[in-house]
């Protein structure tokens, strides 16, 4: 199944930026909801945000509101995520996904390699 493939991720400062973004090729997943998700070292994968197809709706975790902003350019079938005011407990692998709905953001594709996270304090 395609994967997605992520970038962006590095190292930042405590209240730095980053830009992740997700890509799929060949065309894959281009109208569907896609989201962002992220693991920490020993911790479960969770959910961070995501944006229907037309990019006009977005939902967050409650963690990341009003740090972090996802878009997506559909003629460039990529994903961002814009990271602000990065905390220390924002490290973490951070992958993409297409996803069934804002309503539910159960996976509907394969994960990719993702993009390492790491804010230092």
């Known amino acids: 199944q395609v994967q997605p493939v992520e970038s962006g991720g590095g190292l930042v400062q405590d209240g730095g930026s980053l830009r992740l973004s997700c890509t799929y090729p060949?065309?894959?997943?281009?109208?569907?909801?896609k989201a962002w998700f992220r693991q920490a070292p020993g911790k479960e994968r969770e959910f961070v945000a995501a944006?229907?197809?037309?990019?006009?709706?977005?939902i967050y975790a409650v963690s990341v509101k009003d740090r972090f902003t996802m878009s997506r350019d559909n003629a460039q079938n990529t994903a961002y995520l814009q990271m602000t005011s990065l905390k220390p407990e924002d490290t973490a692998v951070y992958y993409c996904?297409?996803?069934?709905?804002?309503?539910?953001?159960?996976?509907?594709?394969?994960w990719g390699q993702g993009t390492q996270v790491i804010v230092s304090s």
């Open positions: 996904n297409a996803v069934r709905g804002l309503g539910d953001t159960t996976v509907i594709g394969s």
């Open positions: 060949r065309r894959a997943f281009t109208f569907e909801t």
């Open positions: 944006i229907g197809w037309r990019g006009e709706s977005t």
